[in-house]
């Protein structure tokens, strides 16, 4: 039997960017035009294989973009040893925005926090307004983001942003959290309480939209 260990990822960024589209083709492998904005936060899981055949089980917290919602983020990035900060190619804005979500985590989020910084609606290359000389410029100094570019539409480049989280996670040694739980298992463990949740793998992002 495969060994599976399970990592708590947040998805943050502006309202609208494609956070819940990105989930949705991470695990369905859908995509939807015509998507409501999440309330509160939806929670869903997914597991991948990794390279030595171990499974990594994303416990997946895709937050609300909306600025009504930004006071429950703590309580989401909390415990989380992944984070999946996301800007869209078209808007600046939402790249100024993602660049105050990551002060943020480094500031108040676990200090061994993985953070992928992900550009998404790449198939919209025609409108893009983010380049990457300007991603580069505005985490300049920044030490162990990750950078992609996906498109939640076609699906370039999601499961690679998963996989490669899920490497890195997997491969990361135990540590100590800022609350103080000790080793990866306490880590995995901390902050909400997962088994209440209703969702599993695979039910999609609007299993919980709590
Ligand atoms: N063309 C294109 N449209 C996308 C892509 N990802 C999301 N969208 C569209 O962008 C809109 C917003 O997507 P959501 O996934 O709801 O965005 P969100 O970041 O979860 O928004 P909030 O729930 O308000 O925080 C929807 O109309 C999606 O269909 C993409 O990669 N390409």
Redesign the pocket.
Same mark, same amino acid.
């Given at each position: 039997m495969s060994n599976t260990s399970s990592f708590k990822l947040v998805l943050l960024?502006?309202?609208?960017?494609?956070?819940?589209? %990105?989930v949705l083709q991470f695990v369905k492998q859908q995509?939807?035009?015509?998507?409501?904005?999440?309330i509160g936060a939806a929670f869903l899981t997914q597991t991948v294989k990794v390279e030595d055949g171990s499974n990594v089980k994303f416990e997946i917290w895709?937050?609300?973009?909306?600025e009504r919602y930004k006071s429950l983020a703590p309580m989401y990035y909390r415990g989380a040893q992944c984070a999946v900060v996301?800007y869209d190619i078209t808007n600046y804005g939402s790249l100024e925005k993602a660049k105050s979500w990551i002060t943020e985590l480094q500031r108040q989020a676990d200090p061994d926090i993985i953070i992928a910084v992900c550009g998404?609606?790449?198939? %919209?290359a025609e409108r893009r307004a983010v380049t990457s000389d300007q991603v580069q410029k505005m985490f300049e100094g920044e030490e162990g983001l990750l950078f992609v570019e996906?498109?939640?539409?076609?699906g370039d480049g999601v499961q690679a942003l998963f996989t490669v989280l899920a490497e890195k996670l997997h491969n990361s040694p135990p540590r100590q959290t800022r609350t103080g739980g000790a080793s990866r298992a306490g880590a995995r463990n901390a902050g909400v309480d997962l088994s209440k949740s209703t969702s599993s793998s695979g039910q999609g992002p609007d299993a919980c939209n709590c």
């Open positions: 960024g502006e309202s609208a960017v494609g956070k819940s589209s %990105l995509f939807d035009e015509y998507r409501e904005s999440t895709d937050t609300a973009g909306q996301v998404n609606k790449s198939d %919209l996906t498109s939640a539409k076609s």
